[in-house]
């Protein structure tokens, strides 16, 4: 019963933990319309999803690329039956902000042999011009998925049936989509094609996240971080975001972190920017620890987790 569990996300918020760098790099997303249920057990079993599940495991586990895939629910107005909705973003180049995006709709037994063009056999790619979109939208896509953690689907729903209902357009999808991580940061959200993650939103925050104006620090503690880069990279990035404010996110950039313990970080992220360049330099230590929970339910287990700041911040001209 809801009524007597403990959410994960609750306890996270009101202790204070800070959801940046919750968030994994990569390099790639593929994200498929699949309708629910979203359960493992009942996509292995599914003579369709098998070999797709396959062919992800391959690429992430064998061949070591850094993707990241999604299911989204399919949506009355977006879908069409009879076929499903492939997005395929990709890293352009070292320095960017934001993903390249292909965008295909395709007969739905033809979903594992696009992936399998996209991969492997890119030379079979003309065979799926036909069904290519020219789709520029922007994507913001809400875990409601419950099955993992119920606080996803408590927290995700109000504010994915928010932005469905009062946000989307024609230059912006809202989607429910499987997890991806961070339930105790819910409801949490992926923007599309930038790969950013924000958690702990609220109601109020959103006009703020969809039209990226107004007050940027009261994002802060919602932003889980940027994709493009690794854990303690972020950390380093929202500072310089809460420093320039909106128009960061039209930099290019990349991270490198050049030395980590224990306890201190040093990273780098490279920028460019209308002709001019630079690199931030930034030390990351250790602030403390907070109480959290990794997991809803009736008796709530408590885990300690590390929390960092942005010791020191320096800018150097490229």
């Known amino acids: 019963m809801l009524e007597t569990c403990q959410f994960c996300s609750v306890i996270s918020k009101n202790n204070g933990e800070d959801p940046i760098g919750s968030t994994r790099q990569y390099d790639c997303w593929i994200v498929v319309e699949v309708p ?39 949506d009355s107005e977006y879908s069409h039956p009879g076929y499903t909705r492939v997005l395929y973003y990709h890293r352009p180049t070292q320095l960017f902000n934001q993903y390249d995006k292909q965008e295909y709709l395709v007969p739905d037994n033809q979903v594992y042999s696009l992936l399998v063009a996209l991969f492997q056999t890119p030379e079979r790619l003309p065979d799926f011009v036909a069904y290519q979109q020219v789709v520029t939208t922007r994507d913001l896509l809400i875990c409601t998925h419950g099955n993992v953690d119920v606080a996803c689907s408590r927290f995700g729903n109000p504010i994915y049936q928010t932005l469905r209902d009062d946000y989307s357009s024609t230059d912006l999808r809202v989607w429910r989509c499987s997890h991806f991580g961070g339930h105790r940061f819910a409801p949490t959200l992926i923007d599309l094609p930038t790969g950013q993650f924000f958690g702990h939103l609220e109601i109020s925050h959103l006009d703020s996240l969809v039209h990226r104006q107004g007050e940027w620090s009261e994002l802060r503690m919602c932003y889980r971080g940027w994709s493009g880069l690794s854990q303690f990279e972020q950390i380093a990035e929202r500072d310089i975001w809460m420093q320039l404010g909106w128009d960061w996110f039209d930099y290019v950039k990349a991270g490198e972190t050049i030395t980590q313990s224990e306890s201190a970080i040093t990273v780098h992220i490279k920028f460019e920017h209308n002709g001019i360049g630079g690199v931030y330099k930034a030390d990351i230590e250790l602030m403390g620890e907070v109480e959290t929970a990794s997991k809803s339910g009736k008796a709530m287990k408590l885990e300690r987790v590390n929390q960092y700041r942005v010791g020191r911040l320096v800018l150097e001209k490229g």
């Not at 249920?37 to 070999?51: C, E, F, I, L, V």
């Open 36 to 74: 629910l249920p979203w359960d493992m057990a009942h996509w292995q079993q599914d003579p369709a999803m098998r070999p797709i599940i396959g062919l992800i495991e391959h690429l992430i586990v064998k061949q070591g690329i850094k993707l990241r895939p999604l299911a989204i629910a399919p």
